[in-house]
């Protein structure tokens, strides 16, 4: 298996580990209720996926 001839720089070790970085999931409303809910996800409010109803919900009693 191949090994490094030479050292590379702490510089060129982070310019490569620049993209690394976290991203925050994307949070929208809910077209049906309005609760927040995360992109391409059934509500788990109202059970509404794209203006339709995806999944009954039980009424708390």
């Known amino acids: 298996m191949p ?3 030479h050292r ?3 510089s ?3 310019k490569r ?4 970085k976290a991203v925050a999931p ?3 409303s809910c077209s049906n209720c309005g609760a927040p ?3 391409h996800r ?3 409010e109202c059970g509404y996926y794209r203006g339709k ?3 009954e919900k039980k009424a708390v009693a």
Request: charged residues 25%; contains cysteine; proline residues 4%.
């Open 53 to 55: 109803l995806a999944i």
């Open 42 to 44: 059934v509500c788990s």
């Open 17 to 20: 580990r620049a993209n690394w």
């Open 37 to 39: 809910i995360l992109m």
């Open 3 to 5: 090994n490094p001839k």
């Open 12 to 14: 060129r070790r982070d």
């Open 8 to 10: 590379h720089s702490k």
């Open 26 to 28: 994307t949070v929208t």
